[in-house]
């Protein structure tokens, strides 16, 4: 369900704004440590499972307003070296400012030990994670689907020029996407961190990963996203249940055996 | 710049003077690597994101054989040129068939399948370990151990590399890949089998990739994790953006500064790729078009001032 999250922020991105974003995964860990950080000046999960989001949100509508939007009209080359560079001066700066030895974070009380499900026996917290991330994507797909604003955000992937002469501001619309994306990478993060810990690559790790969803549901696609991100999820559980070594492997794998059959994704169209 | 050939044997000359033969070496195995890159960027129009997954195979299996079957360094180059070459052809059939953000995306993912596997493999790659005592094995009484000797070799290598590539962008293929660039749908009209091209295109600079990957594990004696890893596939897209793709020789104006700037980083700081994201970030924004370009507009700007 996390992949999704991660999926659904990255598509939202490339989508509209047409970019290679090497720093999703750089965001995702910002809000990991966001949240760990928060925690200690709130003393409350909640509050800081709030606020950490909201900071990666307010940091990708930083990162768009002073750089990304001066790029639009340079190549994929310049973009690209621009959201690594980015990515760069992320992760290293979550090493100087939190060391680079990773850590453990433990979920709130209310949410340690685990639920007897009759048939099997699950963490309380990852049930939790799975309801957070559930309404989220229900949340986000709700807001694109039937509101005002979502709606323009879907135009603006299927058409900028024409959403521009409809007199929308679309500079404030690209802005806005990758504050959301962030948003989302943020909150995946900050879901994620009670459940692997901290490390200062993780954001790598999850990068690939965000890009394969994409690859795989289609670029700009949500649905697909949502369903590719579920779908690898459970391929990775599933083998990670038999051989352990070879779960993020198969992910990657999984993606080229699918391009091989269909080029475009399983939902692309393009 | 009328005289490349004479610059650059120049600096070849002079480079092992000003820093470690090491270093020097690594410059130049940088620059294959970039070249490389650059018949897929630069000439052809494809941003590859994953061009460490040619170097860092041929490193790993070149390296390996020469660990335990002690195989002579000729074989071993043939090797690495032969993994990355297929490398390539199987990341290049599965990305060639798209464009834009998507084929990025793509290399970059398949890039991490590579890393990945090198990660878990631990038995023979050594995980993140690296895999250390990559030997240098002597060849009819040349020693390579020396490591100037190994310089000249490695320099003699980059100076054929660099001939064959300006051979290959000026052949016919290298005008059609060029076309590619310009105009996929014309070339594709014209009647150019426009995916093949670029596969050849892609199995071309892996070749030139795999190369650059064995060099670098006999430099260093090692293969690290970091050579397969897509950090690596950044610096030499970012090598290549600040020499100037799309010319010859700028990616070899690349390397030198490059390797030069994240030399002199290391020593000063450990949290050096900071400062690296930093010059990134500075290049982006500042000076797009790279050293060549901006060489060229520095002359325009003189020649038109010396007229008036």
């Known amino acids: 369900m996390l992949y999704a999250l991660m999926g659904l922020g990255l598509s939202l991105i490339t989508g509209i704004l047409n970019i290679p974003n090497f720093a999703h995964g750089a965001l995702f860990a910002v809000g990991a440590y966001f949240l760990v950080s928060f925690v200690g000046v709130f003393q409350n999960f909640w509050i800081a499972l709030i606020v950490a989001p909201l900071g990666v949100a307010f940091l990708g509508l930083v990162i768009e307003y002073a750089g990304i939007r001066r790029l639009y009209a340079a190549g994929h080359d310049y973009q690209l070296l621009f959201t690594f560079g980015l990515a760069l001066i992320l992760s290293e700066s979550i090493i100087l400012v939190w060391g680079p030895v990773g850590s453990s974070y433990l979920p709130p009380p209310l949410l340690r030990g685990g639920v007897d499900l009759g048939f099997t ?22 807001f694109l689907e039937k509101t005002r604003y979502g709606a323009i955000m879907r135009a603006g ?114 | 710049m009328k005289h490349p050939w004479i610059l ?65 360094v000729f074989f071993a180059l043939g090797i690495g040129i032969g993994v990355g070459a297929l490398s390539a052809l199987v990341v290049g059939y ?69 001939f064959l590539m300006k051979k290959i962008v000026e052949s016919p293929l290298g005008t059609i890949l060029q076309a590619i660039r310009e105009n996929e749908v014309r070339a594709d009209a014209v009647g150019y089998a426009v995916p093949r091209f670029k596969l050849l295109a892609f199995v071309i600079g892996g070749a030139f990739s795999g190369l650059a990957g064995v060099l670098y594990a006999m430099l260093f004696g090692i293969v ?47 949290r050096w790729p900071l400062l690296l994201g930093v010059a990134f970030v500075i290049v982006v924004m500042f000076l797009r078009g790279g050293v060549v370009e901006a060489w060229t507009r520095f002359w325009i700007w003189r020649s038109s001032k010396q007229r008036t």
Request: hydrophobic share 60%.
């Open chain 1, 121 to 142: 026996f699950y963490p309380k917290y990852r049930l939790f994670v799975m309801v957070m991330a559930g309404l989220l994507v229900l949340a986000t797909w709700l």
């Open chain 1, 157 to 270: 992937i299927e058409n900028k020029e024409m959403v521009s002469l409809l007199g929308i501001d679309i500079h404030w619309l690209f802005t806005a996407a990758f504050a959301l994306g962030a948003y989302l990478a943020g909150i995946a993060g900050a879901l994620m961190a009670p459940i692997r810990g901290l490390s200062p690559t993780m954001g790598v790790d999850m990068l690939g990963i965000a890009f394969v969803v994409v690859a795989l549901g289609g670029l700009g696609n949500l649905l697909g996203a949502i369903v590719a991100g579920v779908l690898i999820g459970i391929a990775q559980a599933l083998v990670a249940a038999y051989w352990i070594e070879a779960s993020t492997v198969v992910i990657f794998a999984v993606m080229a055996a699918v391009l091989l059959v269909r080029p475009q994704g399983l939902f692309g169209i393009r």
């Open chain 2, 8 to 72: 650059i044997l120049a600096s070849i000359l002079l480079l092992p003077l000003i820093v470690r033969p090491a270093i020097a070496s690594e410059i130049w195995i940088f620059a294959m690597f970039g070249l490389g890159l650059n018949l897929l960027l630069g000439y052809t129009g494809m941003l590859s994101f994953g061009q460490s997954t040619f170097f860092g195979s041929a490193a790993y299996v070149a390296g390996w054989l020469l660990k335990y079957y002690g195989i002579n």
């Open chain 2, 94 to 162: 599965l990305c060639v068939q798209r464009s834009g953000l998507y084929f990025i995306m793509l290399t970059f993912a398949l890039n991490q399948l590579f890393y990945f596997t090198a990660y878990q493999w631990t038995s023979v790659t050594g995980g993140e370990d690296g895999m250390p005592g990559v030997p240098r094995p002597e060849f009819f009484g040349i020693d390579f151990k020396d490591p100037l000797v190994y310089y000249a070799f490695v320099s003699l290598l980059f100076l054929l590399s660099l």
């Open chain 2, 224 to 270: 690290p994790l970091e050579a397969i890893s897509f950090v690596f596939s950044g610096n030499v897209v970012f090598a290549t953006l600040i020499g100037g793709s799309g010319s010859l020789y700028g990616p070899v104006i690349g390397s030198v500064l490059f390797i030069w700037l994240s030399e002199s980083m290391s020593n000063m700081w450990a």
